[in-house]
């Protein structure tokens, strides 16, 4: 069964001060890595998919890197719109299996 | 709104009671799922459809749960007696035709109260 672990479980930064988070997985057979930021109470909105080890994909603030036992995702110079739980999931089959999050808060 | 639909976004209900909620994925999107999320947690897959067809469904999803997806459209998910156990958000999230690895996209979620 596929497994994900994300750390750390929260995570508190000052405005400006750059950090990543870890999601480590155990798969059958990788046929995707997938980051989404969900804030309170509302769905996950997808960020970025992975698919090979030594792929990087970015989007303003956020680099997501892969290799072959985990992802990083770098948060460059985070704003306190950033702040939400960023979760990590892995595709082995046709579902997705998802991490516990990190919960990032970013104060002004 | 061109994104995935669920109804109701809030729901409480009184222990023993029946609940059904609602998805419309994205049009066309032939690929639907249902997930479970409690507090802290990730979203817990619970069944998955392709078309009309239910292709798999976990082994965590007791009898008292129910989906369907007629036509291949919408899908409704039922739960029968509901346990404050059930107190959670249910997720929808629905994927395109084609290769097997795009991303899903959720919906906003429904969130289940049981008392």
């Known amino acids: 069964e596929d497994q994900v672990t994300q750390s750390p479980e929260a995570l508190r930064l000052q405005e400006g001060e750059s950090s990543s988070l870890n999601c480590s997985y155990t798969?059958?057979?990788?046929?995707?890595l997938f980051w989404y930021r969900q804030d309170p109470g509302k769905g996950p909105e997808f960020l970025f998919t992975?698919?090979?080890a030594g792929e990087e994909k970015e989007k303003e603030r956020l680099k997501a890197t892969l290799t072959k036992k985990e992802s990083f995702l770098h948060i460059t110079a985070p704003k306190p719109e950033d702040s939400a739980t960023y979760l990590c999931?892995?595709?082995?089959?046709?579902?997705?299996?998802f991490g516990a999050g990190t919960t990032v808060t970013v104060r002004a | 709104d061109t994104g995935v639909s669920q109804n109701p976004r809030h729901k409480i209900t009184k222990r023993g009671q029946n609940v059904t909620f609602r998805c419309d994925p994205i049009?066309?999107?032939?690929?639907l799922y249902w997930y479970r999320q409690t507090l802290g947690q990730g979203p817990e897959f619970l069944t998955y459809?392709?078309?009309?067809?239910?292709?798999?469904k976990s082994r965590l999803l007791s009898d008292r749960f129910s989906a369907e997806r007629p036509k291949g459209s919408f899908s409704t998910l039922e739960i029968q007696r509901t346990e404050q156990g059930d107190s959670a958000m249910y997720l929808c999230?629905?994927?395109?035709?084609?290769?097997?690895?795009?991303?899903?996209?959720f919906g906003q979620g429904t969130r289940l109260t049981v008392v």
């Open positions: 049009s066309e999107h032939n690929r």
């Open positions: 999931a892995v595709q082995s089959d046709y579902k997705l299996s």
């Open positions: 459809f392709q078309n009309e067809a239910q292709l798999e």
């Open positions: 798969v059958s057979g990788l046929r995707g």
């Open positions: 992975l698919y090979s």
């Open positions: 999230a629905s994927r395109p035709r084609g290769t097997q690895h795009t991303e899903a996209f």
